[in-house]
Every structure is written in structure tokens, then in C-alpha cells.
């Protein structure tokens, strides 16, 4: 029944009927899914229908099923071109030279590949800004400026649900697709492409393969299939922020430039006092933590702390962050009274640095219990 639905498919195919081919190539595969030869022969339709990565799809999963059948690779390497992803297609093309030496659309397709590839390496070249260093040799040319190809037509049934976010050097992409066995998920990776196909039983087989926003460096990508999701992270051949995970949606952005300060250098305050050598202090202070018991360190804290304080004076300057808040405590501190300070004192050392309180009425007379932030556990020093 699956070859006589195949030869239908082939007549379709010869009368340029190729809806009518993939979709009986498709009831061929449900009834034979381990003939290589039906992959190949709808990945063939697929590229006349221009669903070029649903035919990448399926020549890998005929290589998988027979990894010495020929046009497998010849499919490959024609769809992987249309998408412009020639050093993949140069890769699938060599292979297939390899396994069929007499047949020489292998070589010229080859040469052809090498022939785009120089081009596209020129033209990356070329798009390097000016005022970019010297040193500098990875080409930072943005996705949008390749030529539009057709965008591959979307899965009919989207069954799991999927996002991404990225990081300067990788795309993490993720699939929620629970409890699926990791011999029941296949993902393929290219130039610039992303095939997965998780095979779902008694349903269709779930498909995601998008032309990916940006180029990826096939070798460094990984993926993993844990218990509720697929996770994959794609390695980017460029540091910039994809606008999307799709090609054509948004332009790419460079990443702000991050320079770095050649000597790392602790902030200094405007004072009106003699300069204070904070390092010395830093190991001093350090040389002492054993030798203090728990209560007596944390006093110990509170007085440098209070004194570094007292040792900021920046009232006419514009200040944000920490600064701005070393200024907030160190007016309180200074405008406080003794009271004030006895209860900033004792709130701070007893809570371990949780709280500070200036209210000596309401922490004079009771132990001021720690009060960690959300989200963190209080530990007990042990000694």
C-alpha cells in the first residue's frame, strides 16, 4: 500500500502537482516511516513547493534512515542553498560526493557553493565599520542586509509552545514539551537554520524550523530533553542582540561597547579630612575576624561602618546610586542624636546588618531580631 501511494505521489510530482505529492509522500511515510527513499522524494517536493526547511528536514531524516542514499544529500544540499546556507549545503554535498563519486551535479553544485561562499565572505568584509579597530576580525554584518528568500510557511498545529532569550554569545530557545522521550527528539543544526521534529505518539509529529534571525556556529550549538521541556542553545557566529528569533523580523543592534577600566579602582569621596588608606584597613580587619566572637564583630562592623560615613561630605555635589545612598546614612548619622545613634548602633550589630533603626525607645529595650530580605535565609555563624 505505501509504494503504490509512492508511485501515485511520483505522477503527481511529474504533473507538477506537488501539494498533491508531498501530502500522499506523507501517507506513504505514516505507513512506512523507516523507507528513507519517501523523505527524500517529498524533500524533492517540498523545494518545488519553495518549503525549503521542511525539505531540509526530511533529507536528514532519509540520511538518518539510510546514510548512503545519495539524492538524501543532493536534497539537502539544494535546500540548504535556497537558504543561503552554503557552507552547510558545501557539507552535505561532499558527503554525498563521497558515497556517489560518478555523479557530477555533486562537483558542480560544489564549486558553486564555493563560488557564493567567497561572495558572501567579501561582502561581510566589506560591511565592517570604518572606525572599527584594526584587530578586530569578526564581521559584524547585521541579518537584515542578506537578500529576502521566501519565509518557510508555519506549522499547521503547533502543539508545544516555545520562546527564547539571548545572552552576547548564545540564543537559548526552549520548547515545553513534557515527558517526551530523548530518542523521540531530533534537532538539526545549520548556518543559519533550526530543525526540530519531535516525534509525538498517536500525533503528528510536531515541527519547528525557523530561519534563524542571525548566522549560528553549527559545531557549538547543544540541546538538551529534560522532563518538561527541550532546551537549545544556539551559539552566535556575531555578538549582536537579535530583534527576533525568526529572519526578517527587526533589524540586528551591536552591543554597546564595554570598556574596561585598565586599573581597577575602589570610589573615591570628596573630603575634607586626611585620606584614609581603606585597603590597609580592609586587611587589618581581616586579620581580626577570627579572633572575635560573633556579638563583638558585628559591633565591630557597625563602627566602621558609622565611621566611613561620617568620613563621606559630598552636600554640593549631584550624587546617584551608591553614593547617593552613602550620603542618606551619613546626613542621619550626623544630624542624629546620641540616642539616635546608640539605637543605629545596637539595631545594626543585633540583627546582623538587617536593620537600622534610629528609634532608641523601641530598640533599647529588646534584642533586635534579624530580618533577612525576601528571597534569602538567615544562617548562624558557627566557630
Request: proline content about 7%; charged content about 30%; overall charge negative.
Amino acid at each position: 500500500m505505501a509504494k503504490e501511494l509512492a508511485e501515485k505521489a511520483k505522477e503527481a510530482f511529474l504533473d507538477d502537482d506537488f501539494d498533491v505529492a508531498v501530502d500522499l509522500y506523507s501517507k506513504a511515510i505514516d505507513l512506512d516511516p523507516s523507507c528513507a527513499s519517501f523523505f527524500a522524494d517529498r524533500a524533492q517536493a517540498n523545494i518545488k513547493l519553495l518549503n525549503f526547511t521542511e525539505a531540509v528536514a526530511d533529507a536528514n531524516k532519509a540520511i538518518e534512515l539510510e546514510p548512503t542514499l545519495a539524492k538524501a544529500y543532493l536534497r539537502k544540499g539544494t535546500a540548504c542553498m535556497k537558504l543561503e546556507e552554503y557552507a552547510t549545503a558545501k557539507a552535505a554535498l561532499e558527503k554525498g560526493a563521497s558515497v556517489a563519486p560518478n555523479e557530477s551535479k555533486f562537483e558542480k553544485m560544489i564549486d558553486e557553493c564555493n563560488l557564493l561562499i567567497a561572495e558572501e565572505e567579501k561582502d561581510l568584509v566589506q560591511q565592517v565599520p570604518p572606525t572599527l579597530p584594526s584587530s578586530s576580525t569578526t564581521p559584524l554584518a547585521t541579518a537584515a542586509d542578506a537578500p529576502p528568500v521566501p519565509s518557510p510557511a508555519p506549522p499547521a498545529k503547533p502543539m508545544f509552545r516555545h520562546e527564547f532569550y539571548q545572552k552576547p554569545e548564545e540564543v537559548v530557545v526552549t520548547i515545553f514539551a513534557k515527558g517526551i522521550p530523548k530518542q523521540n527528539v531530533n534537532v538539526e543544526f545549520g548556518d543559519q537554520i533550526l530543525s526540530v521534529v519531535i516525534d509525538v505518539a498517536g500525533e503528528e509529529a510536531y515541527h519547528f524550523q525557523p530561519r534563524l534571525f542571525g548566522k549560528i556556529i553549527p559545531e557549538k550549538c547543544r540541546y538538551e530533553v529534560l522532563s518538561t521541556k527541550v532546551e537549545i542553545r544556539l551559539a552566535k557566529a556575531e555578538i549582536v542582540t537579535w530583534a527576533s528569533l525568526e529572519y526578517g523580523k527587526g533589524q540586528a543592534l551591536l552591543p554597546k561597547p564595554n570598556v574596561a577600566s585598565a586599573v581597577s579602582q575602589r570610589p573615591v569621596y570628596p573630603s575634607s579630612k586626611p585620606g584614609k588608606d581603606w585597603d590597609k584597613l580592609e586587611a587589618e580587619v581581616k586579620k581580626q575576624v577570627p579572633l572575635l566572637a560573633p556579638q563583638a564583630w558585628l559591633y565591630f562592623i557597625s563602627y566602621y561602618f558609622c565611621l566611613s560615613l561620617l568620613n563621606v561630605q559630598e552636600k554640593d555635589e549631584k550624587l546617584d546610586g551608591d553614593a547617593a545612598m552613602n550620603k542618606f546614612f551619613s546626613d542621619i548619622y550626623q544630624s542624629a542624636d546620641e540616642d539616635m545613634r546608640r539605637a543605629m548602633n545596637k539595631s545594626f550589630a543585633e540583627s546582623n546588618g538587617t536593620v537600622l533603626s534610629t528609634n532608641w525607645k523601641e530598640v533599647g529595650t529588646k534584642k533586635v531580631e534579624s530580618t533577612p530580605p525576601d528571597g534569602m535565609e538567615l544562617k548562624k555563624w558557627e566557630y
